[in-house]
């Protein structure tokens, strides 16, 4: 199909989604889905986004294993949206460069994108925090599944949002990225992945570092090599030889170490619960934003918790043992 019909074929499809979507989303069905809330991606307003990225039926309505996906990604947005504001407020008419590291269905980035593009147009009614707030975003998605990077750039160009987000199959290690990035996100990479990005995001002084560990194993397996070794008057004795307690205790604590670390680097971090445990127990969102060099205090809180842990050197540790030795020269 030559461009402007294909274009006037999408324009068509779109008028007619809406259409569909006005009828279907009706205030009663609207309150029992948005629960009264001011979310981010409107089921009507932004009918076309839910509808290409697979969050909407053809008849515009949205199923219930869809809503919890379709909360679950509202819900990032309006926590990872402010550090956005204030980057964009700092560095006017300068676009701002994303990288989504293990990319997958790229529900999260094509919504950073497309929002993006709405508030650059001053359509944003929905996120107060981006009120008066345009800026151009550069998304890259980095995955090694070819399935989804295809999907992933499909989708973009259903959007028309081909022109600011690229796709790369690729390890993140061999990734073709630009040296600034303002952003780095991952999210549910599984066990190291996590620090993979992380380490990256620190070592190009990222501005933004949000991720959604998942399945962290390595600090469980020091735990149960630790348990062999060691008696019952160990500290953690209890937690060492029971695999549950293990399990968990060893997932909360590499997030714990994790945090401090890059506290430690010079960012403010928190981390926070952005999925109702009881849906996921993988449910924990770091959130990070750049505010220095280093920080001796988050150094210091990071050793003790490491000492704590068994004296663990994890992932994320060796990965930025350069930039510690460079800040921390007397550590």
């Known amino acids: 199909m030559p461009g402007g019909l294909r274009m006037k074929s999408n324009a068509r499809d779109g008028e007619n989604l809406m259409a569909r979507a006005r009828a279907h989303w009706s205030a009663d069905r609207l309150q029992r889905l948005m629960a009264g809330k001011r979310l981010p991606l409107h089921p009507v307003t932004h009918a076309a986004f839910l509808h290409a990225t697979g969050l909407m039926r053809d008849d515009a309505s949205v199923t219930s294993g869809q809503v919890k996906k379709y909360l679950q990604i509202n819900h990032m947005i309006s926590l990872i949206a402010p550090p956005f504001r204030a980057l964009a407020k700092a560095m006017p ?157 060893a997932a909360t604590f590499t997030d714990a170490l994790r945090l401090a670390l890059v506290r430690a680097l010079g960012y403010e971090a928190t981390a926070t619960e952005f999925i109702p445990s009881a849906h996921t127990p993988k449910n924990r969102l770091i959130l990070a934003e750049r505010r220095g060099r280093y920080n001796k205090a988050g150094l210091a809180s990071f050793l003790a918790l490491k000492e704590a842990s068994g004296s663990p050197v994890l992932a994320l540790e060796k990965a930025v043992s350069d930039l510690l030795a460079e800040r921390f020269p007397a550590a």
């Open 93 to 249: 008419g300068r676009a701002l460069t994303l990288l989504d590291a293990g990319c997958g269905n790229s529900y999260l980035s094509l919504a950073f994108a497309f929002l993006a593009r709405e508030a650059a147009a001053g359509r944003m009614p929905q996120i107060p925090d981006w009120k008066d707030t345009k800026f151009e975003l550069q998304v890259i998605g980095v995955d090694t599944n070819a399935d989804v990077i295809r999907q992933s750039a499909e989708r973009a160009a259903l959007l028309g949002l081909q022109d600011v987000m690229s796709f790369q199959k690729a390890e993140l290690s061999a990734a073709v990225l630009p040296e600034r990035l303002h952003a780095v996100m991952a999210l549910h990479a599984c066990d190291t992945a996590t620090d993979d990005a992380l380490a990256l995001g620190l070592h190009r002084q990222a501005d933004i570092l949000a991720v959604a560990p998942c399945c962290q194993a390595e600090l469980a397996q020091h735990f149960k090599s630790l348990g062999a070794k060691s008696g019952a008057d160990h500290a953690l004795d209890v937690i060492l030889h029971s695999p549950n307690l293990r399990r968990d205790t």
